[in-house]
C-alpha cells in the first residue's frame, strides 16, 4: 500500500463522521403530533362552532392539555430541533395567560435561531397577542379580534413604530396589505348569509 497512513485515518474518521451524523438533533414526533392536533381543530373553523359552548370548552380543554404535555417535553429536555419549538409555540400561542404567549414568543425565538424558516412570523405573532393581552398596543399587526358584536379590528395598534421593511422582514403583511385584509373580514360579517 503506498499511503497506509491514509488508509489507517480513513479507518479510524469514517466511523467517527457516522457518529457525527447520528448525533444531529432530530424533530419530536410527539411534538410534532401536539403540533397537528393543535392546527387540526382549528382548520375550516366555523363562526357557528366558536358560538357552540361544547366545542368551545373541549377545544379550550384540549389545547391546555396539550400545553401541559409540551412543558413537559420542554422541561425535560426534549425539544431541540427548530422545528420541536416552532411546533410547541403554536401550541403556547393558544394559551390563555400572559406567560403562555411570552413563553410563546420565547420558543418562536429559539426557533428561528435553530434555523426554521417561518418562524420569524409566529416570533411576531406571539409578542403582538402578548401586548394585547397585557393592555398594550400591539406593534406587528398580526392580531385580530372581533368584540362584543363589533366589526373585526386590530386595535389597539401602534401602527407606526414598526416599518414595513421591518414587517416584510418577519414575514407579516405590510400595512396596506392589513388594512385590505381587514376590511375583507369586515365586509364578510356584515355580508347576508
Do not use: C
Not at 33 to 62: C, G, H, S, W, Y
Request: aromatic fraction near 6%; glycine fraction near 6%; charge should be neutral.
Amino acid at each position: 500500500m503506498r499511503h497506509p497512513l491514509l488508509a489507517l485515518s480513513a479507518l479510524f474518521l469514517t466511523p467517527l463522521a457516522a457518529a457525527a451524523q447520528s448525533a444531529a438533533p432530530t424533530d419530536n414526533p410527539e411534538m410534532a403530533r401536539l403540533f397537528a392536533e393543535d392546527q387540526a381543530v382549528r382548520t375550516n373553523i366555523t363562526p357557528a362552532q366558536m358560538r357552540d359552548i361544547p366545542f368551545v370548552r373541549k377545544m379550550l380543554a384540549d389545547d391546555a392539555a396539550r400545553r401541559i404535555r409540551t412543558r413537559t417535553l420542554l422541561d425535560t429536555g426534549k425539544l431541540s430541533t427548530g422545528e420541536d419549538y416552532y411546533a410547541a409555540a403554536f401550541v403556547f400561542q393558544h394559551g390563555g395567560k400572559p406567560e403562555d404567549y411570552l413563553l410563546a414568543h420565547s420558543l418562536a425565538l429559539a426557533a428561528v435561531a435553530r434555523g426554521k424558516a417561518g418562524a420569524s412570523w409566529i416570533a411576531a405573532a406571539t409578542l403582538d397577542r402578548y401586548l394585547q393581552v397585557i393592555g398594550q398596543k400591539q406593534i406587528y399587526g398580526t392580531q385580530s379580534r372581533q368584540m362584543n358584536g363589533q366589526p373585526p379590528t386590530r386595535d389597539p395598534y401602534d401602527r407606526a413604530l414598526v416599518p414595513d421593511s421591518l414587517r416584510t422582514a418577519l414575514g407579516v403583511p405590510v400595512l396596506a396589505e392589513q388594512d385590505a385584509d381587514l376590511l375583507e373580514m369586515q365586509a364578510e360579517r356584515v355580508a347576508p348569509r
